[in-house]
């Protein structure tokens, strides 16, 4: 007779549900019987252009030494990003995507008995990494579904150590300028560590967010968590980086798994870095779509919450999972949101010009069918 697992998991662990990814093409293809080449996923944020061919030069000479480990440290990766941003390559710590950056820090700072705060509608990594560790979320109504800041610091105490922040945030898009980001920092107690997540900084135009690098240097307990696998397009490398003072970068590298960076990714990571033109195309593409799907959403009537980010939250105004299955139907992939508290939504990433007019017709042939 076998024993009930979850029964015997820690109670944090008992009440997660598992992270939902966006449904793969191949998923879907094998369920509909489609070819894979017909269908567009406008799911998971991706960067829509392909790789860097920088990128993919610095891994095919790689692949002979694939028999080896990976520098543990990410010593030249660090090098290049202190270099490349200005930063202490001391406070850098790598991850396996920026959602290893956010799990490190609540696995070094929270426990049973302590809390993190964030938003309502904030990632989902938030609660997840909270949760599994113990410890209590405490999660702030939203504000036009942005951050409320001033309700954040409102709902911290001597047991908060970690608070989550975005900017944009995900899955809504929503942004806050500098002086509401000086504002909060200059009011969060010094024993709570701030993630400011920048996972999608790269796809607004230069100055129109807040840097959180620009402001390590007079908040020792700011984190800011980044990835490559958005604008620099290596998510199926899964590479991040935390940039931070010495001390919580310490603190982070005791809970590290080793080589939780694999070779490749590295590699790839340092390559893209220098390939300006490219984050740069990604960015005008993306403004591109951007235009497009608001200007195909407007014609559909349909409302949606305006975005920084490479990606759109579209309100129905009714469950949009019927939406969302006949679009699937259509061979269009997006992503449903209800688990973010926001049934009447779906997501849609931006993608190239083709695939964003392939969303648009498949959607309106399901709203006037």
């Not at 799911?43 to 829509?48: K, Y």
């Not at 705060?117 to 938030?126: D, E, G, L, N, R």
């Not at 010094?190 to 959180?212: C, K, M, Q, R, T």
């Not at 980086?241 to 310490?250: D, F, K, N, T």
């Amino acid at each position: 007779m076998s024993a009930d697992f979850l029964a015997l998991a820690v109670p944090g662990v008992q009440k997660l549900s598992p992270y939902v990814t966006g449904k793969p093409i191949e998923e879907l293809a094998r369920e509909l019987g489609m070819d894979p080449a017909q269908i567009v996923k406008l799911a998971s944020n991706e960067n829509p252009l392909g790789p860097s061919p920088k990128a993919l030069a610095a891994i095919q000479d790689a692949l002979p030494e694939l028999t080896r480990y990976p520098d543990g440290s990410g010593y030249a990766l660090k090098q290049k990003l202190a270099a490349r941003f200005a930063i202490d390559p001391a406070g850098i710590t790598l991850g396996n995507g920026s959602n290893d950056i956010i799990d490190l820090v609540a696995r070094a700072f929270l426990a049973p008995g302590l809390n993190a705060v964030f938003s309502a509608h904030a990632f989902a990594a938030y609660p997840i990494s909270t949760q599994a560790t113990g410890a209590e979320s405490r999660v702030v109504p939203a504000i036009n579904y942005g951050h409320d800041l001033d309700g954040l610091i409102a709902a911290m105490d001597a047991n908060t150590r970690v608070a989550y922040i975005a900017n944009p945030n995900n899955p809504t898009g929503t942004w806050f300028g500098p002086e509401e980001l000086e504002r909060f920092l200059s009011r969060v107690p010094a024993h709570v560590v701030v993630v400011l997540d920048e996972a999608y900084i790269e796809f607004s135009e230069p100055g129109e967010l807040p840097n959180g690098l620009a402001y390590l240097s007079r908040y020792p307990n700011l984190l800011v968590s980044r990835t490559l696998c958005k604008a620099y397009g290596l998510a199926g490398l899964r590479i991040g980086y935390g940039a931070s003072s010495a001390e919580i970068a310490g603190v982070l590298n005791r809970v590290r798994l080793p080589f939780n960076v694999n070779s490749l990714a590295l590699v790839a990571a340092s390559a893209a870095l220098d390939d300006e033109d490219y984050v740069l195309r990604s960015r005008q593409v993306n403004r591109a779509g951007m235009r497009q799907l608001e200007a195909g959403l407007q014609a559909l009537g349909l409302k949606w919450i305006p975005s920084r980010g490479n990606f759109l939250a579209v309100d129905f105004g009714r469950d949009a999972a019927p939406i969302n299955a006949a679009l699937l139907r259509q061979g269009v992939i997006v992503r449903p949101v209800a688990g973010y508290a926001m049934p009447t939504f779906l997501r849609v990433s931006v993608g190239t010009e083709a695939e964003n007019a392939r969303f648009l017709g498949a959607l309106e042939h399901v709203l006037r069918g």
